[in-house]
């Protein structure tokens, strides 16, 4: 919105508080405050056209054609084969290692399997439990 | 009666380009020079560095044709390489208009406000002239780049959508948006002008 716009719709605002009527040419000045913006942007960019043309060279299309298809294929560096190696490599990595760490989630969630107790481990247990009964002075306390 | 071949389109000729064919290179070539030549021209200093940045981008087209997936949006595929030469181009060369002085600003919008120039026409017309390239100077880059390419340039807006890889409800909004900025500077201008007026 121009300056006069606001200044007019202002001055409206006030008007209309104050009691005053609403003089007769505000719109006719309002729509011409907008013509005469939009003619002058119309007329701006009127002479922007020529302060800001830009034509096209003739044969500037043959030229970058030519200059393409004649420019020498650049030769590829070393690192043009190792970046795709590196690349490749890192990527089985990376899947490796999410695919461990999968796996270990996976694994820990789950219930966990207990392998049968053996004979052995029975006897064991027995036999501990023992020592450290008699150690504690705990079958005397039963006995008794 | 001899049957004329059709005139293959800038599609087919990109698809046959990606495959390496160096006749279709040439004639895509000449179908989209106009456009890339005028993208090249609004984001580098001068009409010098547009052609060598054309040049540039059409010898990264040709090496990289066989990445082109698309061929019906090699229009978009060849502005976007434009876009990154000149980026390589006018980094660290960033100009700014000059600020032209108040005495400038209210001669220039006396010249445009004159509905027929007086005596010394040629001097009008360079007053005026000024005004116009320092507030143009003073848009945005994104606004200006849509301003001159559609009003100047009058590249459609498609056209300006595939130049500057964004949708063409962004061209319109952004062309929209432009000429209320370029009305804003024009009445800071004019304000200016109305103050060294004596």
């Not at chain 1, 009127?46 to 302060?51: F, I, K, L, M, Q």
């Not at chain 1, 004649?70 to 990527?91: D, E, F, K, S, Y």
């Not at chain 1, 290692?97 to 053996?118: I, M, N």
């Not at chain 2, 599609?11 to 179908?31: C, K, Q």
């Amino acid at each position: 919105m121009t300056r006069d716009k606001e200044t007019d719709r202002a001055l409206d605002v006030a008007r209309s508080a104050l009691g005053e009527p609403v003089p007769a040419d505000l719109a006719a000045r309002a729509t011409k405050a907008v013509l005469a913006e939009a003619q002058l942007v119309e007329r701006v960019l009127g002479v922007a056209r020529e302060t800001h043309a830009a034509p096209v060279p003739a044969g500037v299309a043959e030229r970058a054609a030519r200059a393409a298809l004649t420019a020498p294929v650049p030769t590829p560096g070393w690192w043009r084969v190792a970046l795709p190696i590196a690349w490749r490599a890192a990527v089985g990595v990376n899947f490796v290692g999410a695919s461990v760490l999968a796996w270990v989630l996976v694994r820990g969630d789950g219930p966990r399997e207990h392998a049968p107790r053996s004979a052995v481990d029975n006897l064991v247990d027995a036999e501990t439990s023992a020592v450290l009964s008699r150690a504690l002075g705990l079958d005397a306390e039963v006995s008794r | 009666m001899l049957a004329m071949a059709p005139e293959p389109d800038a599609a087919d000729l990109a698809a046959r380009m990606r495959d390496g064919d160096a006749r279709a290179f040439e004639g895509w070539v000449r179908e989209t020079h106009v456009l890339v030549y005028r993208l090249c021209r609004r984001l580098v200093a001068n009409a010098s560095d547009a052609e060598d940045a054309v040049q540039e981008t059409y010898l990264r087209a040709w090496r990289s044709a066989a990445r082109l997936r698309d061929p019906a949006a090699h229009r978009g595929w060849v502005c976007r390489i434009a876009r990154h030469v000149c980026a390589d181009r006018a980094r660290g060369s960033a100009t700014r208009e000059p600020a032209l002085d108040p005495d400038a600003i209210a001669a220039g919008m006396r010249a445009l406000a004159a509905d027929a120039p007086g005596a010394d026409e040629a001097l009008a017309n360079a007053q005026a002239r000024a005004v116009v390239v320092a507030a143009v100077g003073r848009l945005k880059p994104k606004h200006r780049i849509v301003l001159l390419l559609r009003e100047v340039d009058d590249l459609e807006y498609e056209e300006i959508a595939d130049a500057l890889g964004v949708p063409r409800g962004t061209v319109e909004s952004r062309l929209h948006r432009a000429r209320a900025e370029l009305a804003r500077v024009l009445e800071r201008y004019r304000v200016a002008a109305e103050r060294r007026t004596p």
